[in-house]
Structures are given as structure tokens and as C-alpha cells.
């Protein structure tokens, strides 16, 4: 469809490659739902440790280790499920 004004035609692109900075889950959301292919590798601390996102375990917000645990746990099966 062309550009009802002036300027340069809006393309959008069959893939998008981006470097780790662009490693967001809003970011990849956003692509997918627009339908176009990327090639974004996951930062470190992205791929492992989906456990430590909530910030009272990655913290350790908890102070006895039964209720840190228990923490975990809940976490745990919140991702499970």
C-alpha cells in the first residue's frame, strides 16, 4: 500500500537480527505478533535463571530458610504450571 504522504514507503521486514540488548520478552512478543522472523540470542542471566525473575527470591527477601523455600517452591510450581 503506498504512503498516503510524503516520504519514504513503511516496509516491514521478513527478519530482524538484534544483539543481546534487544533480548526482551516484550520485544520478541511484539515481533511475533507482527508476523516477522528474528534472530535475537538470550542474555545469560535470561536462559537458566527464569526462577530469579520474581524479585523476593532473587533478593532473598525471605529470612528463615523454611519460608525461603517454601518461596521457591511456590515459584517453582507457578512455572510448572
Same mark, same amino acid.
Given at each position: 500500500?503506498p504512503r498516503? @504522504?510524503p516520504?519514504?514507503?513503511?516496509l516491514?521486514? *521478513?527478519?530482524?537480527? #538484534?544483539d543481546k540488548?534487544?533480548?526482551s520478552?516484550?520485544?520478541?512478543?511484539?515481533?511475533r505478533?507482527? @508476523?516477522?522472523a528474528?534472530?535475537?540470542?538470550?542474555? *545469560?542471566d535470561q536462559? #537458566?535463571n527464569?526462577?530469579k525473575?520474581?524479585r523476593g527470591i532473587?533478593?532473598r527477601?525471605e529470612?528463615?530458610a523454611?519460608?525461603y523455600?517454601?518461596?521457591?517452591?511456590?515459584?517453582?510450581?507457578?512455572m510448572?504450571?
Open positions: 500500500m498516503p @504522504g516520504g519514504r514507503p513503511r516491514r521486514p *521478513a527478519h530482524v537480527l #538484534g540488548g534487544y533480548s520478552k516484550a520485544i520478541r512478543t511484539w515481533l505478533r507482527r @508476523g516477522i528474528h534472530t535475537i540470542p538470550e542474555r *545469560a536462559i #537458566g527464569r526462577l525473575q520474581g532473587a533478593t527477601y529470612k528463615t523454611e519460608s523455600q517454601a518461596a521457591v517452591t511456590l515459584a517453582s510450581l507457578l510448572w504450571a
